[in-house]
């Protein structure tokens, strides 16, 4: 099992920063990527950013390209999402993930289908 633990939400105006951070606790064999999502009324759970635990390879959305940096610790426990130039569509519940994606199903990293543990997600606002 995979314990995910979100922090660090909050509300900004448009411009802001903001930082999320994940912590992992439990078995680590049954990740290999963790990474961010996000969820607003209305719509489905999108991917924001992800990273590989071994050789921290990431993959962002278009959306967030450029302003958004995912990263993680050498201990791969901790992951984190910088957030810059935050604007008010990037408002929404955050979540944290974790998976253990085969070949296959890494072609859609950022797919919420292919993770198996969840965070209890945390709520960015951005204000115009």
């Known amino acids: 099992q995979v314990q995910l633990s979100e922090s660090g939400g909050g509300s900004v105006p448009a411009g802001g920063s903001l930082t999320l951070t994940c912590a992992a606790s439990?078995?680590?064999?049954?990740?290999?990527?963790m990474g961010w999502f996000r969820q607003t009324p209305g719509k489905e759970r999108e991917g924001v950013a992800v990273?590989?635990?071994?050789?921290?390879?990431?993959t962002y959305a278009d959306s967030v390209q450029g302003r958004f940096t995912i990263s993680q610790t050498y201990t791969k426990t901790t992951v984190y999402l910088q957030m810059n130039s935050l604007k008010p569509e990037d408002t929404g519940v955050y979540y944290c993930a974790a998976g253990l994606l085969s070949w296959r199903q890494e072609q859609q990293n950022l797919s919420p289908l292919e993770y198996t543990y969840w965070g209890q997600g945390i709520q960015v606002t951005v204000s115009s």
């Open positions: 990273i590989h635990k071994s050789d921290d390879r990431t």
């Open positions: 439990g078995s680590l064999s049954r990740r290999n990527f």
